[in-house]
């Protein structure tokens, strides 16, 4: 693990991506599965996300369930990049920005709390660029399960087959809860006291509701959510796959299946611009051992000689928690 030395900040960042306790002194927990303090837990976490090895401590939501979100691409000339990169920044609902070796050069997610923000984004977007901008809508996750362990391979993935989602779980409040779990739960020994003070609400609701949401499907990860490139996973490779609508699903669980994916879904084609369906992202230490997993991805039967794109990204402009309620609406 690269400028991690300790074996506790080690620990914490291996160990606790996911699975976050859900009780009332959660780094107190934390604390005694590693075998030190509850104080010393906060510490390093709270000196971890200033060197900027953690993003936060909090939850990531599943896809287009309590919000809306879409992957989007623009072709931007090569002089103009910064420029484009920094307008498409400023727009609330982007929470992801990336430059990639392709024609369409600058990638982004755009979120909201429902798709008529998603879709006023991409407008504002479109708008304020003058560049056409492509609405890749998410259609089927194989994948979307991301960690990665700090021995130097990618987390196994935990899920071969998109996990079971229980939407009539939502009940009302859990937007306003998710907006803060997704941005990052504050760093104290109490936290869901402390959220539940933010919503009005008490901490045996706010423990109750996140235990629900997640047996749901609905909270797909919590834990400690790492800049991984910080740590030494430089190389991250979307590869996008022209395969036909109808061996997605044979292609999908295949390549979501192999080992070095870390991502993988299908996405809604773009007719006569961008044919491609399915999408898988290998996140590596370097070019060479991102190449090697394609290769082997390239190996499956459902993908032999299926036309595909290699798209390594060059920059990370951004990389925040999803919106998902609208700004009057949030806690926080």
């Not at 992801?96 to 600058?106: A, C, G, L």
């Not at 999408?279 to 190449?291: G, N, P, T, V, W």
Request: glycine residues 6%.
């Amino acid at each position: 693990m690269k400028d991690i030395a300790h074996p506790i900040d080690r620990a914490l960042l291996d160990d606790w991506q996911r699975g976050f306790p859900v009780v009332p002194r959660p780094f107190a927990a934390l604390a005694t599965a590693i075998g030190t303090s509850e104080t010393d837990v906060l510490t390093r976490l709270a000196d971890l996300q200033e060197s900027g090895h953690v993003t936060r401590v909090g939850a990531t939501c599943a896809p287009n369930t309590l919000s809306a979100s879409t992957l989007a691409a623009v072709a931007v000339p090569e002089n103009q990049v910064e420029k484009v990169a920094a307008i498409i920044n400023e727009d609330p609902g982007v929470n992801h920005s990336y430059e990639r070796e392709d024609q369409w050069n600058i990638w982004f997610v755009a979120t909201g709390p429902d798709r008529d923000a998603v879709n006023a984004s991409l407008e504002r977007i479109a708008g304020r660029t003058g560049l056409r901008v492509l609405d890749l809508r998410l259609k089927q996750p194989f994948n979307i399960d991301l960690g990665f362990k700090m021995n130097g391979k990618a987390a196994p993935v935990t899920h071969s087959s998109p996990r079971s989602l229980d939407q009539s779980a939502i009940r009302e409040g859990d937007k306003e809860l998710m907006s803060i779990l997704t941005t990052g739960m504050p760093l104290v020994p109490a936290p869901y006291a402390v959220v539940a003070d933010q919503l009005l609400r008490t901490e045996q609701e706010v423990i109750t509701r996140i235990r629900a949401l997640s047996d749901a499907g609905i909270l797909s990860r919590f834990g400690v959510i790492v800049r991984h490139r910080k740590l030494g996973w430089k190389s991250n490779a979307m590869v996008v796959w022209n395969v036909p609508e109808g061996r997605i699903y044979e292609a999908g669980t295949q390549l979501a299946a192999l080992p070095g994916v870390t991502l993988c879904y299908e996405r809604r084609p773009v007719a006569g611009v961008w044919p491609y369906r399915l999408y898988c992202m290998i996140h590596a230490q370097s070019r060479e051992d991102a190449l090697a997993v394609l290769d082997n991805a390239k190996a499956l039967p459902a993908l032999s000689n299926v036309d595909h794109k290699v798209l390594f990204s060059t920059r990370c402009f951004r990389q925040t928690g999803a919106m998902i309620a609208r700004s009057k609406e949030a806690a926080i």
